[in-house]
């Protein structure tokens, strides 16, 4: 290989590399943050949500049935749409990232909560469930935006 072509590989892989330090957070950020505020807005309309169902019984069982149908299904969307505009926003990573793993927990609660649902068997997780699962995901991205700084650009 020729000392100019190695070069220009070395100077292109610094530029890939220096591109994911400055773009990866901010665009985990943005990317959690659609996801949010379109599952978010989804839930403010009746139907609008393949979750909806599953989000009423939640909330409900949560909260011992006080909140309950549109209620529990619009504190859902309320509660979605605000963790986008926190992500959106840039500011507060480790309170972004309680926001995140908070939310999380609480939406993995169905697989404890409707187990008979959730699956069928030892490692057979539904559709549901494994909607639900990929929300670990969730909480990797949560660990690496706390460890952003206070603002990130």
């Known amino acids: 290989m020729r000392p100019e072509t190695t070069r220009r590989r070395e100077s292109t892989e610094e530029r890939v590399a220096r591109f994911a330090r400055e773009s990866g957070i901010p665009l985990l950020r943005i990317g959690l943050g659609v996801v949010y505020l379109w599952f978010g807005v ?4 009746p139907g609008g949500s393949p979750a909806e169902d599953l989000v009423e019984r939640t909330v409900s069982a949560l909260t011992f049935g006080i909140v309950h149908g549109d ?3 619009v504190s859902a969307a309320i509660t979605e749409i605000g963790i986008a505009l926190v992500l959106l926003s840039f500011r507060a990573p480790r309170s972004c990232a ?3 793993v908070g939310h999380v927990v609480l939406v993995s609660t169905p697989l404890v909560l409707f187990a008979g649902e959730m699956w069928a068997g030892p490692l057979q997780a539904s559709f549901e469930a494994q909607y639900i699962l990929k929300n670990l995901v ?3 991205a949560a660990v690496v935006i706390a460890s952003s700084h206070p603002r990130v650009r």
Request: proline fraction near 0%; hydrophobic fraction near 75%.
């Open 42 to 45: 989804l839930k403010l309309f």
């Open 71 to 73: 209620l529990a299904r």
């Open 98 to 100: 309680v926001l995140l």
């Open 138 to 140: 969730t909480v990797a």
